[in-house]
């Protein structure tokens, strides 16, 4: 079944309280395109999170944002500089005798003094935040193709009923081809016939030739046959588990030609009514079909 290219999904996943948090916003693109907004010392993951992508999604544009998150207790440390603090408080001690001030020194005080204390940073566990990291953007990955599959659905559904119009409108054009060479074949002789009047008569081999040839030029079987064979192929591609959208933005070129040569064999105002009709509806498909995957 199609997929479609446009969804969203997110997920999070704690591993040993690092804990992942994803978000995947995936639009309409001719090629898989991977944007990834990711904390600055998370930057060595991007190869590996663009293969997980790259293993799921064919086609897209994919914007990823990932946080990280430090849950456990000493997560946030702090240390104390023991030696500044004792020489910043017998400087004030020293500055409270000079000065004969007779108020006690406080703790805050001390910690008026700058850098007494510092953040203590807490040494990351790379593996540990990738088993993160991974686990998190394949479990979005997973929400997102669920998405993807059922906004294919309804792109398939739509795309069957159209197509059905397309073939109710081809029988209709196939039931009136069939007259077009005869139609052709009379129009030929009537003018010969209005052309000639009081002039000795033609050849009628020479002249059943060249309506013969007229005829056939105005016969549109082929591309009736084949535009046939385009609807079977297009069904049996919505139908298939395998990324559809070049193939059937290929075959809707396919259809187009075929239409715009019917159109100019016809030479018939309701043949031609009909197939503008045709070539509108495959524009709306033409649409429909940008969105698949």
């Given at each position: 079944?199609?997929?479609?290219?446009?969804?969203?999904?997110?997920?999070?996943?704690?591993?040993?309280?690092?804990?992942?948090?994803?978000?995947?916003?995936?639009?309409?693109?001719?090629?898989?395109?991977?944007?990834?907004?990711?904390?600055?010392?998370?930057?060595?993951?991007?190869?590996?999170?663009?293969?997980?992508?790259?293993?799921?999604?064919?086609?897209?544009?994919?914007?990823?944002?990932?946080?990280?998150?430090?849950?456990?207790?000493?997560?946030a440390s702090f240390a104390v500089d023991e030696k500044r603090a004792r020489a910043y408080y017998k400087a004030l001690a020293s500055l409270k005798q000079n000065l004969a001030?007779?108020?006690?020194?406080?703790?805050?005080?001390?910690?008026?003094?700058?850098?007494?204390?510092?953040?203590?940073?807490?040494?990351?566990?790379?593996?540990?935040?990738?088993?993160?990291?991974?686990?998190?953007?394949?479990?979005?990955?997973?929400a997102l193709t669920t998405m993807r599959a059922n906004e294919g659905e309804n792109l398939a559904i739509d795309l069957e009923e159209r197509m059905n119009l397309i073939e109710?409108?081809?029988?209709?054009?196939?039931?009136?081809?069939?007259?077009?060479?005869?139609?052709?074949?009379?129009?030929?002789?009537?003018?010969?016939?209005?052309?000639?009047?009081?002039?000795?008569?033609?050849?009628?081999?020479?002249?059943?030739?060249?309506?013969?040839?007229?005829?056939?030029?105005?016969?549109?079987?082929?591309?009736?046959?084949?535009?046939?064979?385009?609807?079977?192929?297009?069904?049996?591609?919505?139908?298939?588990?395998?990324?559809?959208?070049?193939?059937?933005?290929?075959?809707?070129?396919?259809?187009?030609?075929?239409?715009?040569?019917?159109?100019?064999?016809?030479?018939?105002?309701?043949?031609?009514?009909?197939?503008?009709?045709?070539?509108?509806?495959?524009?709306?498909?033409?649409?429909?079909?940008?969105?698949?995957?």
């Open positions: 079944m199609i997929k479609s290219m446009t969804a969203f999904s997110e997920a999070s996943y704690t591993e040993n309280d690092i804990r992942a948090e994803v978000e995947i916003r995936s639009y309409n693109s001719k090629n898989l395109d991977v944007a990834l907004y990711l904390p600055g010392y998370c930057r060595r993951f991007e190869d590996g999170i663009k293969k997980i992508v790259a293993g799921t999604l064919a086609r897209g544009r994919v914007e990823i944002r990932i946080s990280v998150k430090d849950e456990s207790e000493d997560a001030i007779d108020s006690a020194i406080t703790l805050d005080h001390v910690l008026a003094g700058r850098e007494m204390i510092q953040d203590e940073e807490k040494e990351t566990d790379f593996d540990l935040v990738w088993q993160a990291v991974s686990s998190a953007v394949t479990q979005a990955l997973s109710v409108e081809l029988k209709t054009i196939e039931d009136r081809a069939a007259d077009i060479p005869k139609i052709y074949r009379e129009r030929l002789m009537e003018r010969i016939s209005r052309l000639t009047a009081g002039v000795e008569a033609l050849d009628p081999v020479r002249l059943s030739q060249e309506a013969a040839i007229l005829a056939d030029k105005s016969d549109i079987s082929e591309e009736i046959v084949r535009v046939h064979s385009h609807i079977k192929q297009f069904r049996e591609i919505l139908s298939s588990s395998k990324p559809a959208g070049r193939k059937l933005n290929f075959l809707i070129q396919e259809f187009n030609r075929e239409f715009n040569t019917m159109g100019s064999k016809s030479g018939q105002a309701e043949l031609s009514h009909t197939i503008v009709n045709l070539k509108s509806e495959l524009e709306k498909i033409r649409e429909q079909v940008q969105n698949i995957e």
